[in-house]
């Protein structure tokens, strides 16, 4: 069945048409052409997918574009800035080589921005833990974590610089 | 995915409705359990009902010492509450243990309990509590709630509204995940409040159960121990690719040692 939904994605006001099972993701990358977000597996365990709905990080995969109606969404593509500077967690990746591939990289920068923004220290183990519903085929892991510790640190950086 | 009706009503007697009228209906709560089988085919729903807009299903609260928690509560709202980890911090603990945080930010607590996995992790802890289970229409202890593999005590229009959780003394949740999506092939809950003790394995068979024999060994010495000489029979037990038979009931002492061990 059809319904109307109106959310709030990446700061734009966006109505469209979509049917009652379209999924999150197929409706950010289908509808919206938003294929910064990706979709790596159909058990909902590879994180490729995570984007953020009303601050929180989900997998797109595994909600209904109608159960995001009024929500305000964030993908990959929303973090930088109007001029192209990244966010401090996407430069941190860059920065630490936290990528090879880059096919899990979208949906473990927005897990590791929620992670750093609930916890306010993070520690090596809290980091692992924390990505345990991301997983990436590529590089060990070992320079995501510490991406992921020096993105927070320059997150948290900046929130004390804005204050 | 085949298509179905959504429906986003505000309150408990609304949903009772729409899903007493559905031809098929289901209760739609975090999804995490739901969607992935409506994706994959393996279910087919004529209407799905979001309880998410129903504040009445949220929030955590205490009731002169009993915690009550709505059914829309999700894990990881579970495993943050002050409320939560002050009263039974093992119930905290079970919650921060479910999946991953993804999961955690959208899965409930009446999600979890309804659907009733075999490997899933809060049955074992409102078993172990002694918990009672609220509906739109009457509380179910949790012992009698738990029927079967993936069946509990629930009517097809009816919905968990909340949990009601009495407070141990001391309680310890210990669990051997799956590496790949953290559900426990075994998982072991230990309560203890004035002299009895309670004792919920998770993973082990097709639902959850009590083990009186681990339990009458603990109400006469609270100590890791005391369960060495129980042998837990394993032909009823789930065996699989992740664990035979005889593994999981080996773990089932592995865990509940650990778990009263953790209580020391
Ligand atoms: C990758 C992954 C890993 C996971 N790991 C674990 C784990 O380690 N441990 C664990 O325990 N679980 C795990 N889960 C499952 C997770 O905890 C789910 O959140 C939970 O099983 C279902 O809760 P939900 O709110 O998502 O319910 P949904 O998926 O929305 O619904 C599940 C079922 O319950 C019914 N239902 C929902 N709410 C109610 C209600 N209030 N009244 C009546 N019926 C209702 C629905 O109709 C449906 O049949 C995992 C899931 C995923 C995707
Ligand atoms: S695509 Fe793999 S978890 Fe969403
Ligand atoms: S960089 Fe290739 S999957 Fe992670």
């Given at each position: 069945?059809?319904?109307?939904?109106?959310?709030?994605?990446?700061?734009?006001?966006?109505?469209?048409?979509?049917?009652?099972?379209?999924?999150l993701v197929q409706f950010l990358r289908e509808h919206l052409e938003?294929?910064?977000?990706?979709?790596g597996c159909d058990t909902s365990q590879c994180g490729a997918c995570?984007?953020?709905?009303?601050?929180?990080s989900v997998?797109?995969?595994?909600?209904?574009?109608?159960?995001a109606d009024g929500a305000a969404v964030t993908t990959i593509e929303g973090l930088a800035a109007a001029d192209g500077t990244l966010h401090p967690m996407q430069a941190a990746f860059r920065e630490h080589h936290g990528l090879q591939c880059g096919f899990c990289t979208p949906g473990m920068v927005m897990s590791a921005i929620d992670l750093a923004q609930t916890h306010p220290t993070l520690t090596e183990t809290a980091v692992r833990e924390g990505l345990e519903g991301n997983i990436c085929r590529c590089t060990g892991y070992h320079n995501i974590v510490k991406a992921v510790l020096a993105g927070a640190e320059a997150m948290a950086g900046r929130a004390e610089a804005a204050e | 995915m085949y298509d179905f009706d959504y429906h986003r009503p505000t309150t408990i007697a609304d949903a009772v409705a729409l899903l007493a009228q559905a031809e098929d209906g289901r209760p739609l709560a975090g999804g995490q359990s739901l969607i992935p089988t409506l994706k994959q085919r393996l279910a087919k729903r004529s209407d799905l009902v979001d309880l998410s807009a129903?504040?009445?299903?949220?929030?955590?609260?205490?009731?002169?010492?009993?915690?009550?928690i709505g059914a829309m509560t999700r894990h990881a709202e579970v495993a943050a509450s002050d409320l939560v980890r002050s009263a039974i911090p093992a119930l905290a603990a079970t919650a921060e243990s479910v999946g991953d945080a993804q999961v955690r930010n959208l899965g409930t607590l009446g999600g979890s309990i309804a659907n009733n996995d075999p490997s899933a992790d809060y049955p074992a802890a409102l078993v172990g509590l002694g918990a009672t289970?609220?509906?739109?229409?009457?509380?179910?202890?949790?012992?009698?709630?738990?029927?079967?593999?993936?069946?509990?005590?629930?009517?097809?229009?009816?919905?968990?509204?909340?949990?009601?959780?009495?407070?141990?003394?001391?309680?310890?949740?210990?669990k051997f995940p799956n590496p790949a999506s953290r559900y426990a092939v075994v998982g072991v809950f230990v309560a203890k409040t004035g002299n009895a003790v309670r004792v919920a394995v998770t993973g082990a068979g097709a639902v959850v159960f009590r083990h009186s024999a681990m339990e009458a060994a603990l109400t006469n010495s609270f100590t890791p121990a005391a369960l060495e000489p129980i042998e837990t029979p394993a032909d009823d037990f789930n065996g699989d690719i992740h664990a035979s038979q005889d593994?999981?009931?080996?773990?089932?002492?592995?865990?509940?040692?650990?778990?009263?061990?953790?209580?020391q």
């Open positions: 069945m059809a319904r109307t939904i109106t959310l709030t994605v990446n700061g734009a006001k966006v109505t469209r048409e979509v049917e009652s099972r379209t999924l938003l294929t910064g977000t990706h979709i995570v984007v953020h709905v009303d601050g929180r997998k797109s995969c595994t909600m209904l574009a109608v159960q | 129903i504040t009445e299903l949220r929030g955590i609260r205490d009731d002169g010492g009993t915690l009550v289970i609220v509906t739109d229409r009457r509380s179910i202890a949790a012992e009698d709630f738990f029927t079967g593999l993936f069946e509990t005590a629930l009517a097809a229009d009816e919905l968990v509204v909340s949990v009601r959780f009495p407070r141990p003394d001391r309680a310890a949740y210990q593994y999981r009931a080996h773990l089932v002492k592995v865990m509940a040692k650990r778990a009263v061990a953790a209580l």
